[in-house]
């Protein structure tokens, strides 16, 4: 079986596990594709996925409540192993990265990590990634009988639902005692839809000028379009925005219906965390700005005049 871990969050999959349930039907190998959803109270999360794939498989253990690497690696390996998976698939998310490769060792398996493609090359798994800033794109192919791959998150569209629902099987896990605990979270107050979930994405450069000319414009018009928030690795660097909001190849990888980048040069790096996006608009003063190349829609302007009229347009 192709094996996914199906991350989730407020009781339903993340667009990530819907990404990876993509993955597993182009991957198109033999045997049922099989999510597993770990964590506590899962029947709103599990009866979700069913729509999407066709075996659920359910670890509701108050010892899953949180996030934990041993633990995460302990049930997917017993897991993988009791069903005899030939492949698992892991989102490439900061958890995922860290725990699938205490996978692999536990399974003796090859992983290939943070892959844009995987395939099926005649029985051999070939998996597609990024090098060098995403100047290179290297293929590294696994023979093995069972492979865990970790699948860059944005790097495929997000599956649609099937026409017949999926079976539910609880699942009896034997977890260790984990050696590391949680002992606080802070999470960040926002009403703001999360980045790598948003239909919309608005990201803003160090053209804004300022953090407070971000906040003003770029929030401003993210207020008014239900949109996410994104920035520059150069804002961030400048301490404007927190990293969480950083797009590009050593921040997010996005994917949204529309990304529109304003003040933003379009950097090779940046580029490589949002080019998949369906529509690509840029504001920007320079015609020659390199994001122009990469966008569909491009104003060529002042953003201090072309944001706040966009403000107003779109004013609910
Ligand atoms: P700039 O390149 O300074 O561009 C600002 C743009 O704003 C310009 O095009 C300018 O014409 C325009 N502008 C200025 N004023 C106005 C105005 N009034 N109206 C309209 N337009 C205006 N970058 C990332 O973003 N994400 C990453 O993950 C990332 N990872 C990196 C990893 C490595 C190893 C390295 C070396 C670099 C990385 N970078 C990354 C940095 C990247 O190379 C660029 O430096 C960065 O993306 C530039 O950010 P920017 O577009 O905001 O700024």
């Known amino acids: 079986m192709i094996l996914l871990v199906a991350d989730h969050n407020n009781g339903k999959p993340t667009k990530a596990a819907l990404e990876l349930v993509q993955a597993a039907r182009d991957l198109g190998r033999e045997g049922p594709i099989t999510a597993l959803v770990l964590g506590q109270n899962l029947a709103p999360v599990a009866n979700e996925l069913a729509k999407y794939v066709e075996q659920v498989l359910v670890a509701d253990l108050p010892q899953l409540a949180s996030y934990n690497p041993e633990l995460w690696a ?17 989102s490439a998310s ?35 990634k990024y090098a060098y800033l995403a100047r290179v794109t290297e293929i590294y192919e696994s023979s093995a009988p069972l492979t865990v791959v970790s699948v860059k998150p944005g790097a495929y ?39 790598t979930e948003a239909d919309i994405v608005i990201t803003g450069g160090r053209g804004l000028g300022s953090p407070e000319k971000f906040s003003s414009l770029i929030e401003g018009l993210a207020d008014n ?11 961030v660097d400048a301490g404007w925005r927190p990293y969480g909001e950083q797009v590009g190849q050593t921040g997010k990888t996005v994917a949204p219906k529309a990304y529109i980048a304003i003040g933003v040069s379009g950097a090779v790096q940046h580029l490589s965390g949002m080019g998949k996006s369906k529509y690509i608009v840029a504001v920007n003063k320079d015609p020659e700005a390199p994001i122009f190349k990469n966008a569909d829609y491009g104003i060529v302007g002042d953003l201090h005049q072309v944001i706040p009229a966009l403000i107003d347009a779109t004013q609910k």
């Open 225 to 235: 379009l239900g949109a996410g928030v994104g920035a520059t690795r150069a804002v």
């Open 94 to 128: 900061r958890s995922g990265r860290e725990y699938s490769a205490r996978v692999a060792v536990k399974l003796d398996a090859p992983l290939l990590e943070d892959v844009i493609r995987v395939q099926d090359q005649g029985g051999a798994l070939q998996g597609t």
């Open 74 to 90: 302990a049930a997917v390996t017993q897991i993988a192993q009791e069903g005899e998976a030939h492949t698992v698939l892991i």
């Open 157 to 195: 569209n997000p599956a649609q639902p099937e026409s017949t629902a999926g079976e539910q099987y609880d699942v009896e896990l034997e977890l260790p005692t984990s050696r590391t605990r949680s002992t606080g979270k802070v999470i960040e107050k926002t009403t703001r839809v999360p980045l």
